[in-house]
């Protein structure tokens, strides 16, 4: 179940490769698995399924439309970028989507970082962010998070070109109010601010309503998390229409077609089943809040989440737990990190997950202590 490092594969590197491609230090991504005994709390996918009416909407393509798929797909996914533009009280030039918010920020990186004064972004956040500073020669610079794990404002005042924070923050949970992304947003008039809100649904207030004041923010979205679409690839952008262009400028540079005929109908459908988004957001964010007060009881600290995960340590130890929970099927997150190695990143499961995720750490904490 173990997996190398993408970049030990090549003990040797080919002479071939080009120096950027030596120097890169890609993103490992938190490991997938074909086992159905294993239950998988580590990389922030739904435990539910997505709304059944995407299931349908993909089905249509496949049959009734079957000889459309010999034809490419609409290039510029407009009525999918009109469905994601109502739903968010917006127009559709205000909309850009691409294979996965992955990739939406991979555009931005490159249409709005890549400039003379640096890029900040913090310490402890998605670990993309520095993959694509490397991929893209961008000058970056981390400004730690304080003691509370909290990003601070006041530490972003220094001369920047950019600034991108996911909110909430990953891997930590924890939600950056309005008022503070409106600070930043005011003391940075002339850089690009991006606010990456892959986990804002499961209880944070989105930067949406501060784009008719600021034409420098960026809110980056995606389906993978609270849509339950991880697997369909699509993300997107909102941001005033000039900054959309851009992206699509930078978009039909790379590939013109991101989003196939599958993954737009599915992603169109998902949008019109409102009342099931709804529905599942708050059971998460219910799961959530019952899984912290058992990890507590259970003596672990956990930071406050607005997340759809929690990171929670615990005196035992978090790479022990991690290990003893892997043997028993159950795979959590461990950063092996300054700061975060004391730390389990642990996805909000069905109710069925947590009982057996609680009970397996009563068994390892008693077995710990019988051994003390
Ligand atoms: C903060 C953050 N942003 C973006 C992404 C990427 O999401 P997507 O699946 O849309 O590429 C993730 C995925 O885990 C994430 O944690």
């Given amino acids: 179940m173990s997996q190398a490092p993408a970049d030990s594969k090549t003990e040797n590197h080919n002479p071939l490769w080009s120096s950027l491609v030596r120097n890169l230090s890609p993103y490992v991504p938190g490991q997938q698995t074909s086992d159905p005994e294993v239950i998988k709390l580590n990389t922030n996918e739904s435990p539910f399924g997505p709304s059944p009416e995407v299931a349908k909407a993909i089905s249509a393509v496949l049959t009734q439309e079957g000889a459309a798929l010999r034809l490419y797909p609409e290039p510029e996914s407009l009525k999918l970028r009109g469905a994601i533009a109502t739903h968010h009280g917006l127009n559709e030039d205000q909309v850009f989507v691409g294979n996965g918010s992955d990739e939406v920020l991979a555009h931005i990186f490159a249409a709005f970082f890549k400039k003379d004064r640096p890029l900040f972004y913090p310490d402890i956040t998605y670990s993309f962010?520095?993959?694509?500073?490397?991929?893209?020669?961008?000058?970056a610079r981390q400004i730690p998070l304080n003691a509370e794990f909290e990003i601070d404002p006041d530490a972003y005042r220094a001369p920047c070109d950019g600034i991108i924070l996911a909110n909430p923050n990953a891997p930590t949970g924890k939600l950056l109010p309005l008022d503070a992304i409106r600070k930043i947003l005011s003391e940075h008039p002339h850089a690009t601010v991006v606010i990456d809100e892959a986990y804002i649904d499961f209880g944070g207030v989105s930067a949406v309503e501060l784009l008719p004041e600021f034409e420098n923010l960026v809110i980056t979205r995606t389906l993978s998390k609270s849509r339950a679409l991880a697997g369909l690839r699509v993300g997107y952008a909102l941001a005033a229409p000039s900054m959309i262009e851009a992206l699509t400028r930078v978009k039909n540079s790379f590939n013109s077609y991101p989003l196939d005929r599958l993954a737009q109908a599915g992603a169109i459908a998902s949008f019109e089943d409102e009342a099931y988004f709804a529905k599942r957001c708050q059971q998460v964010a219910g799961l959530r809040d019952a899984l912290i007060v058992d990890?507590?009881?259970?003596?672990?600290?956990?930071?406050?989440?607005?997340?759809?995960?929690?990171?929670?340590?615990?005196?035992?130890?978090?790479?022990?737990?991690?290990?003893?929970?892997?043997?028993?099927?159950?795979?959590?997150?461990?950063?092996?990190?300054?700061?975060?190695?004391?730390?389990?990143?642990?996805?909000v499961g069905t109710e069925q997950n947590h009982k057996s995720l609680i009970e397996a750490l009563e068994q390892i904490l008693s077995e710990l202590n019988q051994q003390a």
């Fill in 129 to 139: 962010y520095p993959v694509y500073a490397q991929l893209f020669g961008i000058n």
């Fill in 295 to 347: 990890l507590e009881r259970l003596g672990f600290n956990v930071l406050p989440s607005a997340a759809n995960f929690v990171m929670a340590s615990h005196p035992a130890g978090a790479a022990t737990l991690y290990e003893q929970l892997e043997q028993r099927k159950i795979l959590v997150r461990h950063f092996n990190k300054p700061r975060l190695k004391d730390f389990l990143r642990i996805t």
